[in-house]
């Protein structure tokens, strides 16, 4: 992926705003700034989940119950992050 003009200044914004702070720190000040889509955050989070479960043994569709349960979401929801949206993946 190439990173935008408009990408480029978002980092230099938030690293001016947020200076010497951690990932986790930034990422919580910009949801509770409301300029993080919390939906494409809530598919990589499902996704990432089903993807430990599967590394550590357990089998696809069961751990995308396990999901649903941990994420009080129904498995169809958990299916769509896992086939639907595609394009939502860690780096």
Not at 23 to 49: F, N, Q, S
């Amino acid at each position: 992926m190439t990173l935008t003009v408009y990408d480029r200044q978002l980092i230099r914004s938030v690293e001016r705003m947020f200076p010497g702070q951690g990932a986790g720190a930034v990422v919580e000040k910009l949801i509770c700034m409301g300029v993080v889509d919390t939906v494409r955050c809530k598919v990589l989070v499902v996704r990432e989940y089903v993807g430990e479960l599967v590394r550590g043994g357990a089998g696809k569709v069961a751990a995308m119950y396990m999901a649903a349960e941990k994420f009080c979401c129904s498995y169809e929801y958990v299916r769509k992050c896992m086939y639907y949206y595609k394009d939502v993946n860690m780096v």
